[in-house]
Nanobody, 114 residues
Framework: QVQVVESGGGLVQPGGSLRLSCAASGSSFSLYVMGWYRQAPGKQRELVARIFSAGTTLYTDSVKGRFTISRDNAKNTVYLQMNSLKSEDTAVYYC????????WGKGTLVTVSS
C-alpha cells in the first residue's frame, strides 16, 4: 500500500504561480511513475503531467510551457510548478503514484480567480 498526500493548493490570481507537492510512501519511490491529474467542476479527471523514473516528462497540451513537473527521490516527493495560471486551471488536483497499480491522494483545490 502506497500513501499519497498532496499539499500546496489555494487561491491565486490569474497570471500568478503556485507549487503543488506530493509525498508518497515506500522505499522504491524512485521507480514510481508519478502523475498530476485534475478535475474541474462538471468535467472528467484529466492527466496534467507525468514523470517517469528516469526523469522523462510529459504534459497535456494546455499546460505546456506553463507547468513543470519534477521529483526529488531523496524526499519521496513530486512537485508541480504552475506559472501563468488561468481561470481554466481551476480544479481539484490529484497526485497519482503508479507502481503495479494506481494509488491516489485525496486532492488539493486550486482556484484561479481575481
Amino acid at each position: 500500500q502506497v500513501q499519497v498526500v498532496e499539499s500546496g493548493g489555494g487561491l491565486v490570481q490569474p497570471g500568478g504561480s503556485l507549487r503543488l507537492s506530493c509525498a508518497a510512501s515506500g522505499s522504491s519511490f524512485s521507480l514510481y511513475v508519478m502523475g498530476w491529474y485534475r478535475q474541474a467542476p462538471g468535467k472528467q479527471r484529466e492527466l496534467v503531467a507525468r514523470i517517469f523514473s528516469a526523469g522523462t516528462t510529459l504534459y497535456t497540451d494546455s499546460v505546456k510551457g506553463r507547468f513543470t513537473i519534477s521529483r526529488d527521490n531523496a524526499k519521496n516527493t513530486v512537485y508541480l510548478q504552475m506559472n501563468s495560471l488561468k481561470s481554466e486551471d481551476t480544479a481539484v488536483y490529484y497526485c497519482n503514484a503508479h507502481v503495479g497499480m494506481d494509488y491516489w491522494g485525496k486532492g488539493t483545490l486550486v482556484t484561479v480567480s481575481s
